[in-house]
């Protein structure tokens, strides 16, 4: 037998009370740990969505009035030489969805000659680049959908072929085939498909509408990318066509924030689930204390010196914390991995991986939370006096 | 087998309560010899758990002196006294204080541990004290599954089991009935007689004192009378 030992089996003495305290702990540890990785992968995105340094230019009213075609040019005439920017891609939104199924797919048309040059992030091969060149109904697509789609139909591969049906007048439906599957982190939920064809698409069902929604610009750095920002704005001032041009990052941010500033209610979120589950522990620590006074201070009487009591019941504390910390982190993170929150919304997350400082992260507080909860009652334990504990009239 | 005699002189012990003293010993001396069996009783708030408290180093005298064996008591920190405490006294309560989530035999073991032996040897200890209190057959009992008679039977082994010069008891069969009472009387005077013990029990209960060798009564913190039993001659120290 060890002091360990007689620490676990104090923490079987009201088996009621220590399982619902290691539950207050692991509740609020899982949501805690999805919740930092909901935050560290947007984190993750945002840098990589800076590294792309593009810039999202739309209209300045609302992103669905959509941006003649001949914004493009414009926009290209501000460096003719290409000192500054890559290329430019128009978008437009097609939203469309596998018949039958109620999602919607984040699809868009894209400018076919410059969209693997400002998605660089696509990583498409020569050979895939040559089959999108050649193949007017080529689609790329994240991983996410891929996969998701992938688990229940066929065709949603490379080389496959998939139909989607658009949500927006006219509802096209039509065939695409793909050429890519993107790994991008930051891709994960989007269809990328020709513009060209969605247009011809258009013409065949007697509408003539060439627009865009966004323009993707590519800078070639970030000095670059805030100067034209500056530009195309006031290139498209007082005219029919204002724009706005955001970086990516502020872009997608406006996405997150549609959905009540996500980040910051979840670390408000995390800090009031610390405080709780502080006073919970804290409590419970205090009552067990109380019931064994007599028995510490025996304890004591047979000679256990006052810092190994305190060293006792801070470490019941630490033990209760943990085990709470695990019994939440452990099954989350085994969910999270086995079945992957796919799809989002529109937030560029493929999947709520846990990431490694998650886990870290919460263990720690659990920890810290666990010895603030059981200070107190050490404190109490050390300064316990036995006489007094012991004190029967006499 | 080792005893110690214990002396204590001119004690005074007072506490403090809102400003206000309440002396509960009153410059007693006392001097018990090694292997005796000496009774402390008296009225409530006489001061004999004081003095056992006292003797035991959970507490200090507000003056005068205690000695047990060859360690003066007032000159010792707390720390020390703990440690001393350790070795060389064993605590038997009223209430046993078992630690309820533990066996009879890891409960006799819990001593033991601030000693550095190996866990073999611990075994060892923990049986024979279990031999000894007659409860071989209940060390993987729990206190719950125990009667009070045998539970208080563990927290004496749980006392001895260190092998200490004195055992201290504090109303041993306070809560026992009339045959279970003279079951861990007998124990006491076994410990007593066999193993050498110095032993000073408090009780309110005649039939208890009847056991010991000496007879000791306190009135308000001083000692009033004392008396010899003659069924138990005092033995020879060691």
Redesign the interface.
């Known amino acids: 037998m060890t002091i360990a030992y007689v620490m676990m089996q104090n923490l079987r003495r009201n088996r009621t009370r220590t399982a619902l305290t290691i539950i207050a702990f692991a509740l609020p540890m899982a949501i805690f740990v999805a919740a930092i990785s909901l935050v560290v992968a947007l984190i993750e995105i945002n840098a990589i969505s800076a590294r792309e340094l593009r810039l999202g230019v739309h209209h300045k009213t609302t992103l669905v009035n959509p941006l003649p075609e001949g914004t493009r040019r414009k926009i290209e005439a501000l460096d003719p030489g290409g000192k500054r920017l890559t290329a430019v891609c128009g978008m437009r939104w097609f939203g469309g969805k596998i018949p039958n199924e109620s999602g919607t797919i984040q699809s868009l048309a894209a400018d076919a000659d410059t969209f693997p040059r400002v998605y660089s992030d696509a990583e498409l091969t020569p050979a895939e680049i040559e089959a999108w060149n050649r193949d007017r109904a080529a689609a790329v697509v994240g991983a996410g959908v891929a996969e998701t789609y992938g688990s229940k139909y066929s065709g949603w591969k490379p080389g496959g072929r998939v139909v989607l049906k658009s949500t927006v007048p006219p509802y096209l439906e039509l065939e695409f085939h793909i050429v890519k599957v993107m790994q991008a982190k930051g891709q994960a939920n989007v269809f990328y498909f020709r513009r060209d064809y969605l247009t011809e698409s258009f013409k065949t069902a007697g509408i003539d509408s060439p627009d865009c929604n966004i323009f993707w610009v590519k800078c070639n750095d970030a000095a670059s990318l805030a100067a034209l920002q500056r530009e195309i704005d006031q290139t498209f001032a007082n005219s029919p066509n204002e724009t706005k041009s955001e970086d990516e990052n502020t872009f997608r941010a406006g996405f997150t924030q549609a959905l009540g500033n996500l980040p910051g209610l979840m670390r408000a979120m995390a800090i009031v689930v610390v405080v709780i589950i502080a006073l919970v522990a804290g409590n419970t620590m205090m009552m067990s204390f109380r019931e064994r006074t007599r028995e510490l201070a025996v304890f004591k009487a047979i000679g256990f010196q006052s810092w190994r009591i305190f060293f006792v019941v801070l470490t019941e504390s630490l033990l209760l914390a943990l085990l709470g910390a695990l019994i939440g982190i452990v099954p989350t993170t085994l969910f999270l991995l086995s079945f992957p929150i796919r799809r989002m919304g529109y937030l560029p997350i493929s999947a709520l991986t846990v990431s490694p400082w998650a886990v870290v992260i919460s263990v720690v507080i659990a920890l810290i939370v666990g010895f603030a909860a059981g200070l107190w009652p050490a404190y109490q334990a050390l300064r316990l006096k036995t006489v007094d504990a012991l004190r029967r009239v006499g | 087998m080792s005893a110690a005699d214990i002396v204590a002189t001119s004690v005074r012990k007072v506490y403090h309560k809102d400003r206000i003293e309440i002396p509960v010993l009153d410059g007693l001396s006392l001097k018990i010899d090694a292997g005796e069996f000496v009774v402390l009783m008296g009225p ?7 003095l056992l ?1 006292l003797i ?1 180093g ?2 200090s005298p507000t003056s005068g002196s205690i000695r047990v064996g060859e360690y003066n008591l007032e000159r010792m920190t ?2 020390e006294l ?2 001393w ?3 060389h006294v064993g ?1 038997i ?3 046993y ?1 078992l ?4 066996t009879a035999a ?1 409960n006799v ?3 033991l ?2 000693f550095k032996m190996s ?1 073999a040897e ?1 075994r060892e200890r923990v049986a024979t004290a279990l031999k000894v209190v007659g409860l071989a057959d209940r060390t993987d009992h729990r206190p719950n599954q125990l009667s009070g008679g045998q539970e208080q039977r563990v927290a004496i082994a ?1 006392a001895i089991v260190t092998d200490p010069d004195v055992i201290l008891a ?2 041993p069969t306070g809560d026992l009935d009339a045959k279970t009472s003279e079951e861990i009387l007998a124990l006491l005077n076994l410990l007593n007689s066999e193993f050498n013990k110095t032993i000073l029990m ?1 009780t309110h209960d005649p039939r208890a004192a009847s056991h010991g060798q000496r007879v000791v009564h306190l009135e308000k913190g001083v000692l009033e009378r004392e008396e010899r039993n003659p069924a138990r001659p005092a033995m020879a120290a060691s």
């Open positions: 409530s708030g006489s001061g004999k758990s004081t408290h035991g959970l507490d707390e720390r703990t440690a405490r350790s070795r605590f309560f009223q209430m204080h630690v309820p989530v533990l890891q073991e819990l001593p541990l601030l866990s611990r749980r504090d109303e408090v």
